[in-house]
């Protein structure tokens, strides 16, 4: 469900985080996440696909961003749009301040910190207190493997929380 006020909820098509998709529940894909390169390590793409984003004006930021794997899939650097700057990855997976904190911290374009409190089944993105979004893994009876549900006020910054999200999703896979 979605309205011009309401959060909107996107179905994650695929457990895999380095190959799956969003759609949102008109059926249109939203994101879609795929390996474009192996030179000579991974090269994952996240695409923010222009028939869902052009539904949602209040949508910045760059279409792509780009997730350069380290040698044997270790975190390696991120790049969003056409920019040259590399961003390691490490810098969005920075650790809590409290000891044994499960969250990750990590800082968008703008120079704003977000957190993401994280679990193998749920996670969810904050600014301060506020939830911004929610990721899920859906019941076994649904055909989607999870649903991420964003608030409307979150929206400018959709493809940072999704590049985020599928970072911390690798991160959990490969163990980082």
Known sequence: MSSSSGPYTLLQY??????HRFIDHAGRPAFTIAQVA???NPVIRLTREAAWSQQHPSIMGPDNSFFYLGPESTAGFIVYGNNRTNIPMNFFLRPGRREGSVSRYFRAQSGKDYKWRIGSHRME???????LATWEV?????EYHALLTIRHNAM???TEIATTLVLNQMAL???W
Do not use: E, F, W
């Open 14 to 19: 695929g457990d895999n985080p380095l190959s």
């Open 38 to 40: 192996q030179n000579p």
């Open 125 to 131: 993105c904050l600014d301060g207190r506020t939830i």
């Open 138 to 142: 859906s019941p076994p009876d649904k």
């Open 156 to 158: 400018h910054l959709v």
């Open 173 to 175: 896979a490969l163990g």
